[in-house]
């Protein structure tokens, strides 16, 4: 009896052991378990965690083609977009219907001008409208009498030649007149030539009007030009039609193209100067200072994610790209950083999320 249970007692810590090892060989070790996410760069986190520690998450975005760098860069109007209002008559305003700033449509009363000169050639059109009646009479008068044999067909010429002078006369009046919007009666009517707003409005009522400055100048700012400065290193990878881009606060860009690069660098600046076409936005006005992104030629596009999403670990850039609710380290290459975006040339595809806050926490977690 004793001999049959010993042996049954063997046999169970046979099996016993013979389970034992089948099941520790299937699981994997501990340590080849952890070498493996190390290796991977991710860090797995619950629900609760991730909240707990703040990590939030953004998509990268296309940036388009990947830019050569940012430049300084002023903000103006192109040179059609200026337009000075002049009078070819010296007088005094009388009125002034506009103020600095204002918007006015194209053909809008600015100022009325009285001046002495439109009275003079009023006068003047008046004799040569009836001249010009006269002479008109005798000129088909004559004309009959040369067509009947009556009169030399040369009086007939001359009549014909005096009545082309007349006309000449009248046109030229009337076109003087019309020019400077003035009427018979010594008024001119100073006009907006173009839409848009006034820039400058010098003339008061009852000022001298007329001379070497104009009293208006309008400005459309429906178009805008950019000034840039390329150091002399970017000189030659500029060229028109690249795409430049100014970001705004916010995070909105306004889009345009080169359209000549200078061939000479400032002895000053030590810069090349180079001017684009700029949309017209709300957050820019002429004479503003900003930074311009020129994109590059070729057809490589980058990767835009927030600023704050890359951090610098042993000397690299790397961001955190979420992977369900692991965090995977990815290292990547900064073209440039401008309007608080890094674009990216590499290690991240667009749609990719990205953590954009907790990244410090994420770096501890990553023992960085």
């Not at 002049?86 to 009363?109: D, N, S």
């Not at 900064?334 to 907790?358: C, K, N, P, Y």
């Amino acid at each position: 009896m004793d001999k049959r249970i010993l042996a049954g007692g063997v046999a169970a810590v046979v099996l016993a052991g013979g389970a034992f090892w089948w099941s520790a060989s299937r699981a994997p070790a501990p340590e080849a378990t952890e070498s493996a996410t190390e290796k991977a760069g991710a860090q797995a986190l619950t629900a609760a965690q991730i909240e707990r520690l703040g990590i939030q998450v953004k998509p990268a975005e296309d940036a388009g083609a990947l830019p050569i760098g940012s430049v300084p860069a002023q903000v103006n109007l192109p040179p059609e977009a200026r337009v000075a209002v002049t009078t070819p008559f010296a007088g005094t305003a009388v009125q002034v219907l506009v103020i600095q700033g204002q918007a006015v449509a194209k053909g809008q009363a600015l100022a009325v001008v009285r001046a002495a000169e439109p009275v003079q050639f009023g006068a003047e059109l008046a004799r040569s409208e009836a001249d010009l009646a006269l002479t008109r009479a005798n000129a088909n008068r004559l004309s009959q009498l040369a067509r009947e044999g009556v009169v030399a067909g040369v009086r007939a010429d001359e009549a014909s030649a005096a009545l082309q002078r007349s006309e000449a006369s009248v046109r030229e009046n009337r076109r003087l007149l019309a020019l400077a919007g003035a009427g018979r009666d010594g008024t001119v009517t100073l006009r907006a030539p173009i839409a848009g707003r006034v820039a400058t409005a010098t003339v008061e009522t009852g000022a001298a009007v007329g001379g070497g400055a104009a009293p208006f100048v309008i400005e459309n700012t429906s178009a805008l030009r950019l000034d840039l400065q390329l150091p002399e290193r970017m000189a030659r990878q500029v060229q028109p039609g690249m795409a430049v881009q100014v970001p705004l606060e916010g995070g909105a860009t306004v889009t345009g193209k080169i359209l000549s690069v200078g061939a000479s660098l400032d002895p000053v600046t030590r810069s090349i100067a180079a001017k684009a076409t700029l949309s017209a936005s709300d957050g820019l006005v002429p004479g503003k200072g900003v930074t311009a992104v020129i994109g590059g030629a070729s057809g490589a596009s980058g990767v835009a994610v927030p600023v704050s999403a890359v951090t610098r670990i042993d000397g690299q850039d790397y961001v955190f790209v979420r992977k369900g609710n692991a965090f995977e380290r990815r290292k990547v290459a900064v073209a440039i950083e401008t309007g608080g975006r890094a674009v990216l040339s590499g290690g991240i595809r667009v749609g990719e999320q990205v953590a954009t806050t907790g990244v410090t926490e994420l770096k501890s977690l990553a023992g960085q």
